[in-house]
């Protein structure tokens, strides 16, 4: 090795080798897209779904299936709802108003729907989004949530 060159290794770069380059450098960007999560972006431009009706709620944050089976909330069910959701519970809005239960939907079936509440579990919110209907059941897609004052 003393008396090597070490340009002896190096090779030129072919018109094909770039072209490969590029095209993994555009695979690159367009997954990095795919997996971006909603509103990670602020110039990111807001679409709506069709269908949806435009609503602005405000209520508590809560975990489904505790609020449903036994009427679990608050601040001392904070925890619990935290364990659920880790474990594959699902997050929803219970409006101030009507006491309404709204769960929480992704705006595509690859985001995750509770990304947008999972650090305000048991705080009052505003959200502004969209409702669903389907059969009897509704979901909200939420497209900007903000924590208010307790």
Do not use: W
């Not at 090795?1 to 072919?14: F, I, Q, W």
């Not at 809560?62 to 519970?89: I, P, Q, W």
């Amino acid at each position: 090795m003393a008396g090597r060159s070490p340009t002896r290794y190096a090779r030129s770069v072919t018109a094909p080798d770039r072209a490969r380059s590029r095209r993994i450098a555009g695979l690159a960007a367009f997954l990095s897209l795919l997996c971006a999560e909603p509103g990670a972006s602020v110039a990111q431009e807001l679409k709506r779904i069709p269908g949806g009706q435009v609503v602005e709620i405000r209520g508590e944050v809560v975990e489904t299936g505790c609020y449903l089976r036994d009427g679990s909330r608050g601040e001392g069910h904070r925890a619990c709802a935290l364990a659920c959701l880790k474990n594959g519970g699902q997050l929803g809005i219970v409006e101030d108003d009507t006491g309404t239960l709204y769960p929480l939907a992704g705006a595509t079936p690859a985001s995750d729907p509770s990304a947008a509440a999972r650090q305000q579990v048991a705080a009052h919110v505003a959200v502004r989004g969209q409702i669903f209907e389907r059969a009897g059941s509704r979901v909200l897609v939420v497209e900007e949530l903000t924590r208010l004052s307790p």
